[in-house]
């Protein structure tokens, strides 16, 4: 099975990497030694770290490969499934550590303590490690190192949980909608014109992609549809064979009979990835939108997954990608139009790019309703 999984990643890369050239890498070279790795790997975790290893000669964020049980993991996302609770984040410094990323409420993690911010490190005797399912009611062994330095090491037991909504809106203050996206999935289109539908035209939308990974293409495009004209261009992909195909918004956006007129601001980080940079992009260019936060992670080559032999799963970048002015942001990201100051340690609960999101709105707003100036 080894030799089946590593043939058909090699394989894959090979003949479908958008860049025929692969970056330059001797793709013959790299199969003469990372296969005996492979073959020779005792499990799931050892195999994909070899298949990793190969895929990284390639410097593409997109291109990986998933273990199986990871790959389960990503399938079950939206059912009633057994979770720790935590949301990690390679940290890319050091195999085998991840970064957690988030909490969810009520989860075993959450009853254990476990903080946002703490390093899980998974190479320690015993410990889990993502590449083994997780099962309900069967404990799992973490190992943490607190931002002291302080190691934990914790016995949490999985539990079924129902799936977290991929979309949620928050109205809780006045004139403003926060719409939280964390991944766009399909029907994303048809609920982001659900809420729009349902709101006075002068709400000011917040569409938070902070830590989105992102999704299907065209939900991306279904989006934007929602805020911009109907046959706009906003990209341009080239394909592997050179192909080039001009992206342009399709239209239509749920309940909506035209893009709606309401000011909006767009949340992002370095976690926001792919199709979470392209609509912040778009939306930035056409002057629709503000976008306000970090840096984000610049991995944003068109990819498709294939499934490996194993159950695992390759995800390779299939086509280039430009924006309708021009800019490749692979390894570039998104720059914000406004950056917001750090939150103070000593104040828990602060969101400081939502607080200057909002303001900004308020401020274009106000501009827009001051009295000419008389001659």
């Known amino acids: 099975m080894n030799q089946r999984v590593f043939d058909r990643v090699w394989s894959e890369v090979r003949g479908q990497y958008y860049d025929p050239g692969l970056h330059g890498v001797d793709w013959n070279a790299a199969r003469r030694t990372y296969r005996p790795r492979a073959l020779a790997a005792v499990d799931d975790r050892a195999l994909y770290r070899v298949l990793g290893d190969m895929l990284a000669l390639l410097d593409d964020d997109h291109a990986g490969a998933s273990a199986p049980a990871v790959a389960r993991r990503l399938d079950t996302a939206r059912q009633p499934r057994a979770v720790i609770g935590v949301t990690l984040r390679a940290e890319p410094a050091v195999t085998g550590v991840y970064v957690i990323d988030r909490i969810r409420e009520g989860s075993p993690a959450e009853a254990a303590g476990v903080a946002e911010g703490w390093r899980l490190d998974t190479t320690a005797p015993g410990a889990w490690f993502p590449e083994i399912d997780v099962i309900e009611g069967r404990p799992v062994t973490l190992t943490f190192v607190d931002p002291d330095g302080a190691r934990r090491t914790l016995a949490v037991t999985p539990r079924i949980m129902q799936p977290r909504p991929p979309f949620t809106a928050d109205l809780s203050r006045p004139g403003v909608a926060v719409l939280r996206i964390d991944v766009f999935d399909p029907g994303l289109g048809d609920w ?181 100036p008389s001659l």
Not at 231 to 237: G, H, P, S, V, Y
Not at 238 to 256: N, S, Y
Not at 289 to 301: I, K, P, R, S
Request: some cysteine; charged content about 20%.
């Open 192 to 372: 982001v014109g659900r809420q729009l539908a349902s709101l006075p035209s002068d709400t000011d939308i917040v569409l938070d992609l902070r830590g989105n990974p992102g999704g299907r293409l065209l939900e991306a495009d279904a989006v934007l549809s929602c805020f911009l004209p109907r046959d706009l261009a906003w990209a341009t992909r080239t394909t592997r064979a050179g192909r080039a195909i001009v992206l342009r918004t399709a239209g239509g956006c749920g309940d909506l009979d035209a893009p709606a007129p309401n000011d909006v601001a767009v949340l992002v980080d370095a976690g926001s990835r792919s199709a979470a940079e392209l609509t912040p992009a778009a939306l930035q260019e056409a002057g629709r939108a503000v976008v306000v936060g970090e840096q984000t992670a610049g991995a944003v080559l068109i990819s498709q997954d294939t499934r490996l032999p194993d159950g695992g799963r390759l995800s390779l970048s299939r086509s280039n990608f430009v924006t309708a002015g021009g800019v490749r942001l692979e390894k570039r990201g998104v720059t914000p139009d406004l950056t917001p100051p750090a939150p103070e340690a000593d104040a828990p609960g602060q969101d400081p790019a939502l607080d200057l999101a909002i303001a900004a709105l308020a401020g274009a707003r106000q501009v827009r309703a001051a009295p000419a």
